[in-house]
């Protein structure tokens, strides 16, 4: 239907996405780009149609609403906006548990958008720090979100709980600040069992857990820096790592690790922190042009 004629060189902003995604204070902003033109509603995202009668009424725009609610639903995912740029194309395994974690994140997304309303079995990635765990698991959510239209979200969890904490003193009910996740098709929980895991830490995210689990029509992506006993690494070279002490299991309880083991498929990467070894030599000194 669109004419092709005086089809311009792909846009640089978009790449001819049609959108943008950026970074807006710590929060995700995802926006139609100035390229996109839309030839039913003149970018109002709406138009006037006729019931059976003849009288006119304004309805979102069949040709660019889906587009504009993949979009709002990325704004409302939770996911930060320093990874607006993330994708699984970018990531750079190193090692070979790497890259089949990697090759497991794009199998994972391959068979969820093959049969988007099937049920699924989540991912846990288990490893050290600086492996891109985070990345990967926000990139499958991205993509599912932006090219499927998944109601996903992503949980900080640690600032969930200081968000509840402060929800009682404004008589705010915890389960209305847990319910979008607990109902979302997709969410990501990133770094499972950090923090000190107190008992009323524990209920919450057996609130999490146990409501995951029993809607089989839920996918649930993890990351966490603890593995079970036979994942512990081999310690760098000279460097004994504070990593690993406890196993996932002792930190969540036997329950909760139980029921991760019936609903997420483990997925080991290993290797040293990339942040680290990206960090550039001690601070440059300023040089003049
Ligand atoms: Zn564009
Ligand atoms: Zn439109």
Redesign the pocket.
């Known amino acids: 239907m669109t004419s092709t004629k005086t089809l311009p060189k ?11 995604l950026s970074n807006r204070e710590g929060k995700m902003q995802a926006k139609l ?4 033109e839309c030839v039913e509603c003149d970018g109002e995202g709406r138009v006037f149609r006729q019931d059976d009668r003849g009288m006119a009424f304004l309805s979102d725009c069949g040709h660019c609403s889906a587009l504009r609610q993949r979009l709002r639903l990325l704004n409302d995912s939770g996911i930060p906006g320093k990874f607006a740029n993330t994708t699984l194309e970018i990531y750079q395994p190193i090692g070979l548990p790497n890259k089949k974690a990697l090759s497991r994140a794009r199998d994972f997304l391959g068979d969820v958008k093959e049969a988007p309303q099937e049920p699924h079995r989540g991912l846990l990635f288990v490893g050290g720090p600086g492996l891109g765990k985070t990345h990967l698991v926000i990139s499958i959510l991205k993509q599912l979100i932006l090219e499927e239209g998944v109601d996903g979200k992503f949980v900080d969890f640690f600032q969930l709980l200081s968000d509840i904490r402060h929800g009682y003193s404004q008589d705010e009910s915890e389960m209305s600040l847990i319910e979008p996740y607990l109902k979302s098709r997709v969410l990501v929980i990133d770094e499972l069992a950090k923090g000190r895991n107190n008992e009323w830490e524990q209920t919450i995210l057996d609130q999490f857990i146990s409501a995951r689990y029993n809607a089989a029509d839920k996918i649930t992506l993890f990351t966490t820096n603890y593995g079970d006993q036979s994942t512990v690494p081999s310690e760098p070279k000279g460097r004994t790592t504070t990593l690993q002490k406890q196993s996932l299991e002792e930190k969540v309880g036997e329950r909760i690790f139980s029921r991760l083991t019936q609903m997420c498929d483990f997925i080991k990467m290993e290797g040293d922190d990339y942040r680290k070894k990206m960090k550039p030599p001690p601070k440059p000194t300023r040089r003049k042009k």
Do not use: G, I, L
């Open positions: 792909a846009c640089s902003k978009c790449r001819d996405t049609k959108y943008t780009c100035p390229c996109f």
